[in-house]
């Protein structure tokens, strides 16, 4: 486990890969992997923990899970992770999804 190697809390993981998407509201899971073990330098990290982090974090309400394409993508549902207040974003997974496509087939 990550936060056993690195001695980091659950937020401080949740935070880590909340920022590892940058800018974006959503990434595809390998995206957002890659830059979280580029963000980590060098701490192990494998697909498996990963996963799991993203599944907790799914159910404090932190990201949502969608496919874009064929792909395994999350969106970010806060800004930063703070224990005492949380921005939740307000939206629709779906809407979110159908805006991005729309604009990748326009761009095509």
Sequence with gaps: MISAATNETETEIDRKIIWAFGNAQ???EATLLFKLRA??????????????HLGE???????APFEFNGMQCWRKLVD???????????GDIAHVAAIVEEQVLSNQ
């Design 57 to 63: 974090m799914k159910g404090k309400g932190y990201v």
């Design 80 to 90: 930063d992770i703070d224990e005492e207040d949380i921005d939740v974003h307000e």
């Design 26 to 28: 959503i990434q595809s």
């Design 39 to 52: 963000m980590s330098l060098g701490v192990p990290l494998d697909h498996e923990t990963f996963l799991r």
